[in-house]
C-alpha cells in the first residue's frame, strides 16, 4: 500500500472549518483516500472516502487535488466531539485489501 | 450506517486462561471481517484478515495458535486469545468488510479492551 504523510498534530476553534491536510505521493491509479477518525478508547469511525472526485457527506468533504498527491479533509464547524485522531488511509478498493494504519493526525478543538 | 458490535467491551482474566471476543455486523452481511490489535498510545496494527468459511489469514508475527479465529457465519467472526499473559493486554478491535466495487468500506466495532492479570 502506498504510504501517507499527516502532521502529527492540529487545533481548531470550535465553530470554525478544520482542514486535515494529508500526503500520498506514490499513490497508484487505483487507490482510494480513506479516511477514519478514532475518538479516545473508541473503535474507528468512518468518515469518507473518495478515488478522484471531490467528496462530501453529512460530516465531511474530501478534496483530493487533481494529481491525486495530496488530499484535505474538511470538517465544515468543528465542535468538541469532533476532537480525535484522524487517519488518512490509501487502499486499493476490492478484495481482501487491509487498511494499514499510520500515526494519523490529532486534532483538538478548542472551545 | 454499517453497525458493527462487539462483545464483551472490557474483560479481565487470570494469566493462562481463555477469552473468546465476538464481533457481529447487525445490518449487513460481511464475507470479510477483520482483526486489529492497538497497544497504548499506539496505532492499530491488523492481526488476521477472517473470511466466511474458510482459515484465517494472520499477518506476520502473529501466533495463529494462539489467536484463534472462526467466521463461521456472515454476521459473527470470534477472536479466542488463547492461554492470554499479562502481554496479551490490549484493546482488540474488528471491523466488517461492506458494500463492493467504489462502495467498499470497512466498518469498526466499539473494541474489546483485554486486560490479563
Given at each position: 500500500?502506498?504510504?501517507?504523510?499527516?502532521?502529527?498534530?492540529?487545533?481548531?476553534?470550535?465553530?470554525?472549518?478544520?482542514?486535515?491536510?494529508?500526503?500520498?505521493?506514490?499513490?497508484?491509479?487505483?487507490?482510494y483516500?480513506?479516511?477514519y477518525?478514532?475518538?479516545?478508547?473508541?473503535?474507528?469511525?468512518?468518515?469518507?472516502?473518495?478515488?478522484?472526485n471531490?467528496?462530501?457527506?453529512?460530516?465531511?468533504?474530501?478534496?483530493?487535488t487533481?494529481?491525486?498527491?495530496?488530499?484535505?479533509?474538511?470538517?465544515?464547524?468543528?465542535?468538541l466531539?469532533?476532537?480525535?485522531?484522524?487517519?488518512?488511509?490509501?487502499?486499493?478498493?476490492?478484495?481482501?485489501?487491509k487498511?494499514?494504519?499510520?500515526?494519523?493526525?490529532?486534532?483538538?478543538?478548542?472551545? | 450506517?454499517?453497525?458493527v458490535s462487539q462483545?464483551?467491551?472490557?474483560?479481565?482474566?487470570?494469566?493462562?486462561?481463555?477469552?473468546?471476543?465476538?464481533?457481529?455486523?447487525?445490518?449487513?452481511?460481511?464475507?470479510?471481517?477483520?482483526?486489529?490489535?492497538q497497544?497504548?498510545?499506539?496505532s492499530?496494527?491488523?492481526?488476521?484478515?477472517?473470511?466466511?468459511?474458510?482459515?484465517?489469514?494472520?499477518?506476520?508475527?502473529?501466533?495463529?495458535?494462539?489467536?484463534?479465529?472462526?467466521?463461521?457465519?456472515?454476521?459473527?467472526?470470534?477472536?479466542?486469545?488463547?492461554?492470554?499473559?499479562?502481554?496479551?493486554?490490549?484493546?482488540?478491535?474488528?471491523?466488517?468488510?461492506?458494500?463492493?466495487?467504489?462502495?467498499d468500506?470497512?466498518?469498526?466495532?466499539?473494541?474489546?479492551?483485554?486486560t490479563?492479570?
Open positions: 500500500d502506498a504510504k501517507t504523510t499527516q502532521p502529527p498534530s492540529m487545533d481548531c476553534a470550535e465553530g470554525r472549518a478544520a482542514n486535515l491536510p494529508c500526503n500520498h505521493s506514490t499513490i497508484s491509479g487505483n487507490e483516500v480513506y479516511w477518525r478514532q475518538i479516545h478508547s473508541q473503535g474507528p469511525q468512518y468518515i469518507i472516502h473518495g478515488l478522484k471531490n467528496e462530501t457527506n453529512e460530516m465531511a468533504s474530501l478534496i483530493i487533481e494529481d491525486r498527491k495530496s488530499s484535505t479533509l474538511i470538517l465544515p464547524h468543528a465542535t466531539r469532533d476532537t480525535a485522531v484522524y487517519y488518512c488511509i490509501v487502499r486499493f478498493n476490492f478484495g481482501n485489501e487498511l494499514t494504519f499510520g500515526t494519523g493526525t490529532r486534532l483538538t478543538i478548542i472551545p | 450506517g454499517a453497525v462483545h464483551p467491551s472490557w474483560v479481565i482474566c487470570k494469566s493462562g486462561t481463555s477469552v473468546k471476543i465476538e464481533c457481529r455486523s447487525l445490518d449487513f452481511q460481511a464475507t470479510t471481517m477483520f482483526w486489529y490489535r497497544f497504548p498510545k499506539q492499530l496494527m491488523l492481526m488476521a484478515t477472517s473470511n466466511e468459511g474458510s482459515k484465517a489469514t494472520y499477518e506476520q508475527g502473529v501466533e495463529k495458535d494462539k489467536f484463534l479465529i472462526n467466521h463461521a457465519s456472515l454476521t459473527l467472526s470470534t477472536l479466542t486469545v488463547t492461554s492470554a499473559h499479562p502481554e496479551d493486554s490490549s484493546f482488540y478491535i474488528c471491523s466488517a468488510r461492506a458494500g463492493g466495487g467504489a462502495a468500506t470497512q466498518y469498526f466495532g466499539p473494541g474489546t479492551r483485554l490479563v492479570l
